[in-house]
């Protein structure tokens, strides 16, 4: 006999904020809310903290996404500023790090269960604040951890720390994003039965794609323009895409590269440095903007260094568009390299030589794009991925 399925989906950083995680989670939320009763709890809607130390500074509220409840988890009042205080120290202090930890896993705790009755599994997708999980799976309740691993990270911390490794012995059910993602998780110690592959797709507004109004908008007129699509954190590759355009000039002067996303003010420094009219940079894209501007490039490369999927290849295929991306094994399994794009090192000289060689040859590079195409309409589409997270849900509970 099934058991009625009333997820509770935890995403510490939760739409508005801009990010995969963010937006994807919340098209897992929406699909999700066609079939089953779900809430949503957050700690963080913004971009101006560090999602790990935003819990600190949260408010209580509750407000409506369309039909679901969306909550922001926030310490109690009394401990504000003790909390605060501390996540400040943290920046400085190991101690203070671990004071934090434990302090913001009980009071979230504390907060989760004023909105967890009705519940009867609970969901945590990671994309900062560790003891934000490790509260969800303290409450007892079926818990299903998503934690977008970044595998490449030093072994013994970030994902493969102990905490991390504690949470994958826990979890009633892990979700992974790639085949390789389950194998990796099975190796730092999740049951091989527990451990479940279910991607996210591609994210698109409705609206009908205007490639020839974006090229007009951002007056980049009929010249080729290669696409980084995504937050300008140093380990996306933004920097390497950047450093290599006076190579690429030399074979292809009139390329342009467009820059869209979040831009940290990291990369606002890096960019005054590189002024060329070639380079644009345009900030976080509306939906449709997003989606005219794949339509309207002519490849996307992003050699990020830290990727579970890596959705904004997806997207780029969706548009027929080739991809060009860093050869890691998390990559290694969602892109065929010379068939639906380009696995690279992620080094100057080689994002060079790939964009370069996708610019001379642009039947292969559009025969790379169809693959891609095909390969999402087989595999990626999102009334699949809430089927399959359903039968998840159900299986633990």
Request: some cysteine; aromatic content about 8%; hydrophobic content about 40%.
């Amino acid at each position: 006999m099934s058991h009625p399925v009333r997820p509770l989906l935890f995403v510490p950083r939760y739409w508005p904020g801009m990010g995969g995680a963010e937006l994807h989670s919340r098209r897992l939320a929406q699909e999700l809310a066609l079939q089953v009763p779900i809430e949503v709890a957050r700690c963080c809607d913004e971009e101006a903290r560090p999602t790990d130390l935003a819990f600190a500074y949260a408010e209580p509220r509750c407000v409506r996404d369309d039909d679901m409840l969306v909550h922001t988890i926030a310490p109690a009042n009394s401990w504000k500023g003790g909390i605060r205080l501390l996540a400040e120290a943290s920046k400085r202090s190991r101690i203070a790090r671990g004071v934090y930890g434990h302090l913001a896993r009980r009071l979230a705790r504390s907060s989760f269960q004023n909105i967890a009755d009705g519940a009867t599994v609970a969901h945590a997708i990671y994309n900062g604040f560790t003891p934000g999980a490790q509260a969800l799976q303290a409450l007892g309740k079926p818990f299903v951890w998503t934690p977008l691993a970044h595998t490449t990270k030093p072994t013994g911390t970030a994902w493969s720390s102990p905490q991390f490794r504690a949470l994958y012995r826990k979890a009633d059910a892990l979700i992974a994003m790639t085949d390789f993602e389950r194998e990796w998780l099975i190796g730092q110690g999740a049951s091989p039965s527990r451990v479940h592959v279910c991607p996210m797709a591609p994210l698109f507004a409705e609206d009908v794609p205007e490639p020839q109004l974006f090229r007009e908008n951002h007056a980049l007129g009929e010249d080729p323009f290669i696409l980084f699509l995504g937050r300008t954190a140093q380990y996306k590759g933004y920097g390497t895409v950047l450093e290599a355009t006076p190579r690429i000039w030399e074979q292809h002067p009139t390329a342009r590269f467009v820059f869209a996303g979040p831009v940290t003010s990291e990369a606002s420094a890096l960019f005054s440095q590189h002024q060329d009219p070639r380079i644009l940079v345009t900030g976080p894209l509306t939906d449709a903007d997003k989606k005219s501007a794949l339509a309207a490039c002519s490849l996307v490369c992003v050699p990020s260094t830290e990727e579970s999927l890596g959705v904004v290849y997806l997207e780029g295929w969706s548009f027929e568009k080739p991809v060009i991306a860093a050869d890691i094994p998390a990559l290694q399994s969602v892109i065929e390299s010379g068939k639906d794009g380009l696995l690279i090192e992620p080094s100057t000289l080689a994002v060079a030589n790939a964009v370069a060689e996708l610019l001379g040859r642009p039947s292969w590079a559009a025969e790379l794009g169809k693959n891609g195409a095909r390969k999402v309409e087989r595999q990626y589409n999102w009334a699949s991925i809430a089927d399959a997270h359903l039968k998840i849900y159900q299986s633990v509970i």
